[in-house]
């Protein structure tokens, strides 16, 4: 009864999160020019010759605003990932803590197979290569170095993201997200990929047969992939 609780509070709060941005459909119309950052009229004051006087506030505003311009390009669509819960959903609220939660269990995972890759290591083999190995495993390890990159998905994903979307293509589909924690997101994206890819060097090179290979490779994948499964 208690899981089937917090299941229930947890896929409130994340269609909560998923209604704040669009997730899988973004703006239909693309000739049509649309608004990214909507201003609330605030009654200004007036000098003498009945002129407005801007505030502090209006004038930040406006300064933020010369950033920002009508959205009109192609639509884009947000990855469906734990990752984008951080720069989407209010920081301490249930989608947030979940995803750093996920985020967590990932970079720890990967950071405890990193540390017992190098145990055991010498000075003359600090990475504990084996030696006299099989042809087939040496075939594996190369057939597998191909898989791999082909696998890999964080680091193709994270630098589009900041490559093609810009600060007005987010704020049209998202349009309380911070495109600060938006790029801060996807730089930790690119820097998960980067360390399961090292996991996945270490595993080939200290693999002393064909299964262990596939075995591990799938295993790193998993974790890797534990932003996408969580989401779901």
Same mark, same amino acid.
Do not use: W
């Given at each position: 009864?208690?899981?089937?609780?917090?299941?229930?509070?947890?896929?409130?709060?994340?269609?909560?999160?998923?209604?704040?941005?669009?997730? #899988?459909?973004?703006?239909?119309?693309?000739?049509? #020019?649309?608004?990214?950052?909507?201003?609330?009229?605030?009654?200004?004051?007036?000098? #003498?010759?009945?002129?407005?006087?801007? #505030?502090?506030?209006?004038?930040?505003?406006?300064?933020?605003?010369?950033?920002?311009?009508?959205?009109?390009?192609?639509?884009?669509?947000?990855?469906?990932?734990?990752?984008?819960?951080?720069?989407?959903?209010?920081?301490?609220?249930?989608?947030?803590?979940?995803?750093?939660?996920?985020?967590?269990?990932?970079?720890?995972?990967?950071?405890?197979?990193?540390?017992?890759?190098?145990?055991?290591?010498?000075?003359?083999?600090?990475?504990?290569?084996?030696?006299?190995?099989?042809?087939?495993?040496?075939?594996?390890?190369?057939?597998?170095?191909?898989?791999?990159?082909?696998?890999?998905?964080?680091?193709?994903?994270?630098?589009?993201?900041?490559?093609?979307?810009?600060?007005?293509?987010?704020?049209?589909?998202?349009?309380?997200?911070?495109?600060?924690?938006?790029?801060?997101?996807?730089?930790?994206?690119?820097?998960?990929?980067?360390?399961?890819?090292?996991?996945?060097?270490?595993?080939?090179?200290?693999?002393?047969?064909?299964?262990?290979?596939?075995?591990?490779?799938?295993?790193?994948?998993?974790?890797?992939?534990?932003?996408?499964?969580?989401?779901?």
């Amino acid at each position: 009864m208690s899981a089937l609780k917090f299941r229930s509070i947890y896929s409130a709060s994340i269609d909560s999160a998923e209604s704040q941005c669009d997730f #899988s459909n973004a703006p239909q119309s693309q000739s049509t #020019s649309r608004r990214v950052v909507e201003t609330v009229p605030e009654t200004a004051a007036e000098n #003498s010759d009945g002129t407005k006087i801007d #505030s502090f506030d209006d004038q930040k505003e406006h300064k933020a605003n010369e950033h920002v311009k009508d959205y009109g390009g192609d639509p884009i669509k947000l990855p469906e990932s734990t990752h984008s819960l951080f720069f989407t959903a209010s920081p301490g609220s249930l989608p947030f803590v979940f995803a750093l939660g996920i985020a967590a269990l990932s970079i720890g995972c990967l950071a405890l197979a990193f540390i017992n890759a190098l145990d055991g290591g010498t000075a003359l083999n600090p990475f504990n290569v084996p030696e006299n190995i099989s042809s087939s495993t040496r075939g594996a390890q190369y057939i597998s170095i191909f898989v791999v990159l082909l696998m890999e998905e964080e680091i193709p994903t994270g630098l589009a993201q900041m490559r093609l979307i810009t600060y007005g293509a987010l704020r049209s589909v998202c349009p309380k997200a911070s495109y600060n924690k938006f790029l801060a997101c996807n730089i930790f994206r690119v820097l998960m990929g980067y360390l399961f890819l090292v996991n996945v060097l270490l595993v080939l090179v200290q693999a002393e047969d064909v299964l262990t290979i596939f075995y591990d490779v799938l295993a790193l994948q998993f974790v890797q992939q534990l932003d996408d499964i969580g989401f779901r």
